[in-house]
């Protein structure tokens, strides 16, 4: 009894002896394959032909030719299995992975809760113009310190002034000498 292994072996056997028959013959008789080919060209030049004439046509419609109409069956193709994969995906298991330990409590905001209602609050209870009456005091301390500052210049200049008066008064001509009559020696 034959098994199904040696059948196939035979079939596939058979097969290729005839397959072999074949080629010899077309390789034998080369005007076959030269007037296939020729047929086969004259056939792939009809295709472009009447695609261009097709495309040409719906271009004169205002239509999209059939290559765009590939590129867009494509592209919506593309955006369609990203649309089943976003659909597919589990959101809260994802939300839950990127989140986990990185949520604060409600009871870990009160503190930083209450910070910031003191901080509203002490801006409300200030004046609008408490930084400018801050400066004002500020100038008025500094002034009275150059008014004291002053006044210790006036006594230090007004006892001085008072030795400048004791002193005899020469004047000196545009040669640098003292004038007739007066002695060098008194300055």
């Given at each position: 009894?034959?098994?199904?292994?040696?059948?196939?072996?035979?079939?596939?056997?058979?097969?290729?002896?005839?397959?072999?028959?074949?080629?010899?013959?077309?390789?034998?008789?080369?005007?076959?394959?030269?007037?296939?080919?020729?047929?086969?060209?004259?056939?792939?030049?009809?295709k472009k032909i009447a695609d261009q004439v097709l495309d040409e046509f719906w271009r004169a419609?205002?239509?999209?030719?059939?290559?765009?109409?590939?590129?867009?069956?494509?592209?919506?193709?593309?955006?369609?299995?990203?649309?089943?994969?976003?659909?597919?995906?589990?959101?809260?298991?994802?939300?839950?992975?990127?989140?986990?330990?990185?949520?604060?409590?409600?009871?870990?905001?009160?503190?930083?809760?209450?910070?910031?209602?003191?901080?509203?609050?002490?801006?409300?209870?200030?004046?609008?113009?408490?930084?400018?009456?801050?400066?004002?005091?500020?100038?008025?301390?500094?002034?009275?310190?150059?008014?004291?500052?002053?006044?210790?210049?006036?006594?230090?200049?007004?006892?001085?002034?008072?030795?400048?008066?004791?002193?005899?008064?020469?004047?000196?001509?545009?040669?640098?000498?003292?004038?007739?009559?007066?002695?060098?020696?008194?300055?």
């Amino acid at each position: 009894m034959i098994t199904w292994m040696e059948l196939s072996d035979q079939y596939f056997q058979w097969w290729q002896d005839a397959a072999a028959s074949y080629v010899d013959l077309f390789k034998d008789q080369p005007v076959l394959l030269k007037a296939w080919g020729g047929f086969l060209d004259q056939s792939l030049q009809m295709k472009k032909i009447a695609d261009q004439v097709l495309d040409e046509f719906w271009r004169a419609v205002r239509l999209a030719s059939g290559e765009e109409i590939v590129r867009l069956h494509e592209r919506l193709n593309v955006l369609e299995s990203h649309l089943v994969e976003l659909k597919e995906r589990d959101w809260a298991e994802e939300v839950d992975k990127r989140f986990a330990g990185k949520v604060v409590a409600p009871e870990d905001l009160k503190p930083l809760r209450k910070r910031l209602d003191g901080m509203e609050k002490q801006i409300a209870e200030a004046p609008a113009d408490h930084g400018v009456r801050e400066g004002i005091a500020h100038l008025e301390a500094k002034l009275a310190e150059l008014l004291g500052e002053v006044g210790e210049v006036k006594k230090i200049v007004h006892r001085s002034s008072s030795s400048l008066d004791a002193r005899p008064v020469t004047r000196k001509g545009a040669t640098g000498r003292a004038p007739d009559g007066t002695s060098d020696a008194a300055e």
